[in-house]
């Protein structure tokens, strides 16, 4: 008797919790939202995107970077822009003085990064002038060779003491086969 009550307690349970249970087929219980129109890119922050590097994805730039911790700072650089109207130049100051200036895709064109525009720069012409400089000294030498006097004849004791020497040498040499 007593498992009999139990099974009954079981089953008015059940039937009791029944009606909070949604028994509709799942389309049924699914409402459809629109989903919201993308958010259009905001051009003064995708100009500040295209100067940075990523902080968290080394060796990438901030553009294609595929952390989500990139696409969060995507995502605040166009809030900034959007949102707050502030303009590219702005936007990478504020990266820069929150994740340091290595982000800095492009050295500055003023300060210290005048000498990363201007090194290259000057190494190509230093370059290009190390080059004239020793193809005209070798054209030089060139001609002073071409121009210089013949060499003197020798005389008849130097082509005999030559032709000796030249014997002695000859003689002195193991054949190769």
């Known amino acids: 008797m007593v498992r009999r009550t139990q099974v009954i307690v079981l089953l008015l349970a059940l039937a009791a919790a029944l009606p909070a249970?949604?028994?509709s087929p799942l389309a049924a219980q699914t409402?459809?939202?629109?989903?919201?129109e993308p958010v259009r890119p905001h051009p003064e922050a995708e100009k500040a995107i295209r100067q940075l590097k990523s902080p968290y994805c080394p060796g990438l730039m901030l553009e294609v970077c595929t952390s989500s911790l990139g696409a969060m700072l995507r995502d605040s650089i166009q809030?900034?822009?959007?949102?707050e109207g502030w303009t590219?130049?702005?936007i990478v100051d504020w990266v820069l003085e929150n994740h340091g200036?290595?982000?800095l895709a492009t050295p500055r064109a003023s300060g210290i990064g005048l000498v990363a525009w201007a090194v290259p720069f000057a190494a190509v012409v230093a370059g290009v002038g190390l080059l004239?400089?020793?193809l005209v000294h070798l054209r030089r030498r060139a001609a002073a060779r071409a121009t210089a006097p013949p060499a003197e004849d020798l005389s008849e004791?130097?082509?005999e003491r030559l032709k000796e020497a030249l014997e002695v040498l000859e003689e002195s040499e193991e054949p190769v086969f």
């Open 31 to 36: 409402t459809f939202q629109e989903a919201p």
């Open 132 to 134: 004239v400089f020793v």
């Open 79 to 83: 809030m900034l822009a959007r949102d």
């Open 101 to 103: 200036d290595t982000l």
């Open 88 to 90: 590219s130049e702005q």
């Open 21 to 23: 249970v949604d028994a």
């Open 157 to 159: 004791d130097d082509e």
